[in-house]
């Protein structure tokens, strides 16, 4: 089937644009999430939804950054004002319902937005 | 002093060789420990995860962990050149739905 998607694949702009980056989650995952990778390092957890709602957005860096999930599928991340400092790979995953049964919940990982801020 | 440390590399090995890699963590609520793989402009994809303490072994690759020690490793035995990609530990205090804290990963090159 069908994993995450991620559009575009690769965005750049200017100082100062905004920009919307956009998450296919796979169907039916309840939870979603967004990280950030910059060159040679780790992916760095942004926030994560369950359902609609943002469940814990402590990783977003300022309030220049946000991101929707209006109908519980497809989420925007929402990058305003951007700034050089904000080039890296936009990492989006997703994982299926919660479950009593012991195991690990795997988060599936989209290939990423590379962004690009001149 | 990041939550998570992963010795960056590169790492080149010829092929056929045992490969190690570890990374070392300061969280003692972490439970849930990972290893990734991620290709070149690639998402990251799991390869392991180990609950708690001990080993687990999964074709070549054998994970383990030692909570006493906050030390965790990835053998890779008989190594291939499709190997060469970049291994990111990661770790999580609970399955359900939280964050994943990862390391800077190591970059590994199996040399045919």
């Known amino acids: 089937g069908a994993g995450v998607s991620q559009t575009p694949s690769n965005k750049v702009t200017e100082k100062g644009k905004y920009v919307e980056l956009r998450c296919d989650p796979i169907s039916g995952h309840t939870a979603l999430y967004w990280y950030r990778q910059s060159l040679g390092q780790g992916p760095e957890f942004l926030i994560y939804f369950q359902g609609t709602g943002a469940a814990d957005d402590s990783g977003l860096p300022n309030d220049r950054f946000f991101a929707v999930r209006p109908e519980g599928s497809v989420s925007t991340l929402k990058i305003q004002r951007t700034e050089r400092g904000d080039s890296a790979v936009y990492l989006c995953?997703?994982?299926?319902?919660?479950?009593?049964?012991?195991?690990?919940?795997?988060?599936?990982f989209g290939p990423g937005t590379r962004l690009t801020v001149l | 002093q990041k939550e998570v440390e992963q010795d960056p590399g590169p790492l080149s090995v010829p092929e056929g060789a045992i490969v190690s890699l570890n990374c070392t963590y300061s969280n003692s609520a972490f439970q849930y420990f990972m290893w990734y793989r991620q290709y070149s402009r690639k998402g990251p994809e799991l390869l392991m995860y180990t609950y708690s303490s001990g080993n687990k072994e999964d074709g070549r690759f054998t994970a383990q962990v030692d909570k006493s020690s906050k030390y965790i490793s990835l053998f890779i035995r008989d190594s291939q050149p499709s190997d060469s990609a970049t291994y990111l530990c990661a770790m999580e205090k609970e399955s359900s739905a939280s964050k994943i804290i990862f390391g800077s990963g190591t970059r590994l090159s199996i040399r045919p």
């Open positions: 995953a997703s994982s299926p319902k919660l479950s009593s049964r012991r195991g690990y919940n795997e988060q599936f």
